[in-house]
């Protein structure tokens, strides 16, 4: 039994075994798909960091405005004088939420910030950097899935709740996978709970492609990067130069899709099951979907929130939402 075919027994159950049931489900598709969240290895957490710091991709500059000039207003729904827990789904770095952060502990407001990751490392690091550059905030952080440690987070304390969920990272969910997830986040809070979700806006179809097809082609090293960790993890054999990245907008649904088209007709293999591949076959990586105002009010209401405030950049591309159930 050679390494690979070994590390693959080993792990069927655990994470790994996860990534290789997705992987061989969804290239068993038609159409052949595969799935955004893998994107994230050690190299494309390197490549995202990248995209971030591109000319053309304008997101995440975006809400850092809102975060960084628009502090006040975003809080402004938040402190009703009650003590309250603001939980942060995915929180990363904070790079954005320390800036609000800041101003609840210069407002002496009365809080308990509690991020949750799935990183436990990423996790530890924000506690350590926050304990020091923000010594009077009060922290608990919380390793595991979004919802799971919701729930949680309930269980520990009965104050109020204000969840955020940055980034616009609900655009990388389907409309209706948005639906289902803000149904299962109004089901977990109680009335007067709030969440602050960061949505990136329709605008000029131009701008929106670009941010997704930058001129440096990042974007196209981020969605390949996953054809090269399935060669690492699961002991594939794609050849990454036969595939190239293709991506839509379509300004009328919002659906901003990549794909990974592959250049000829040829077979890629995946630890003992084989794929066929069409020329010009695609295989569909991902939807960063992108919203008009009356869309974002919609999913409030056919979710069982009542929207509250949205605090806009100064261009109006990307909205933080304040929603009340
Ligand atoms: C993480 N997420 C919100 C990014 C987006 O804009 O959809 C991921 C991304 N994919 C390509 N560029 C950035």
């Known amino acids: 039994m050679n390494a690979n075919v070994l590390a ?13 049931t997705d992987v061989l489900d969804g290239l068993r598709q038609t159409p052949k798909r595969l799935h955004a969240k893998y994107f994230y290895d050690k190299e494309g957490d390197q490549l995202f960091q990248e995209i971030m710091a591109s000319p053309e991709y304008y997101p995440t500059r975006c809400e850092l405005e809102i975060f960084r ?9 938040m402190i009703m004088g009650d003590a309250f827990d603001l939980i942060e789904l995915g929180a990363g770095d904070a790079t ?15 809080f308990t910030y509690i991020p949750i990751d799935i990183s436990g490392h990423i996790l530890a690091e924000l506690q350590n950097r926050l304990e020091r550059e923000i010594p009077d905030l009060s922290i608990h952080c919380l390793e ?12 520990l304390s009965s104050h109020r709740k204000v969840v955020m969920f940055l980034g616009a990272n609900i ?15 109004q089901e977990r809070l109680q009335p007067g709970d709030q969440v602050l979700i960061g949505f990136d806006l329709k605008k000029h179809p131009r701008t929106i492609r670009n941010a997704y097809d930058d001129s440096a082609g990042i974007t196209a090293k981020f969605n390949l990067n996953l054809l090269k960790r399935i060669n690492r993890e699961l002991n594939g054999n794609f050849i990454t130069e036969q595939f190239e990245h293709y991506q839509t907008y379509d300004p009328v649904t919002g659906a901003c899709k990549s794909y990974l088209v592959s250049l ?9 099951n084989h794929f066929n591949f069409g020329r010009d076959e695609v295989i569909y990586m991902e939807v960063s979907q ?12 056919k979710t069982g929130f009542r929207p509250v405030h949205n605090t806009y950049d100064s261009r109006h591309w990307f909205a933080d939402v304040c929603w009340e159930v």
Not at 8 to 20: E, R, S
Not at 264 to 272: A, D, G, K, L, Y
């Open 69 to 77: 000039d628009k502090t006040a207003e975003l809080a402004q729904g």
């Open 144 to 155: 595991g899935e979004y919802l799971a440690m919701l729930d949680k987070a309930t269980t």
């Open 264 to 272: 000829s007709e040829q077979q890629v293999t995946i630890h003992n």
């Open 171 to 185: 655009g990388n969910m389907e409309p209706r996978e948005a639906v289902s997830f803000c149904s299962n986040l």
């Open 96 to 110: 954005k939420s320390q800036y609000l952060l800041q101003y609840l502990i210069d407002s002496h407001t009365d």
């Open 290 to 301: 992108k919203y008009a105002i009356e869309e974002m009010t919609t999913l409030a209401g």
């Open 8 to 20: 693959w027994h080993i792990t069927t159950d655990t994470a790994t075994g996860q990534f290789a």
